[in-house]
């Protein structure tokens, strides 16, 4: 093998940056073929997504009260307006 092929295997050829909002990502395998390295990379950005939607889509004030209000208020509606049954076709 001559230098430039050496040179060219050793560099990774599957590279990604990952925009999400402001932030970037770049992402890359080093070894493997070409399938090999993509799987690597996705897993990567899998995981980098997973953190994203975690530290971004936390809610951060939600009150409990809310919560509890809501469901005893459905269960109000549900006690004056009864579930219809339906009836059946012959």
């Known amino acids: 093998m001559d230098q430039t092929s050496v040179a060219a295997s050793l560099d990774p050829r599957a590279k990604a940056t ?14 493997g073929t070409l399938s090999e390295q993509l799987a690597v990379m ?3 950005t899998m995981a980098i997504l ?8 936390a809610p951060n004030d ?6 509890e209000g809501s469901s005893d208020e459905e269960g109000q509606a549900l006690a004056k307006n009864p579930p219809k049954k339906s ?3 012959k």
């Open 18 to 31: 990952l925009v999400l909002g402001g932030e970037s990502f770049a992402v890359s395998s080093e070894s």
């Open 42 to 44: 996705r897993e990567k």
């Open 50 to 57: 997973k953190e994203y939607i975690t530290k971004h889509n």
């Open 62 to 67: 939600v009150p409990d009260e809310s919560i």
């Open 87 to 89: 009836k059946k076709q």
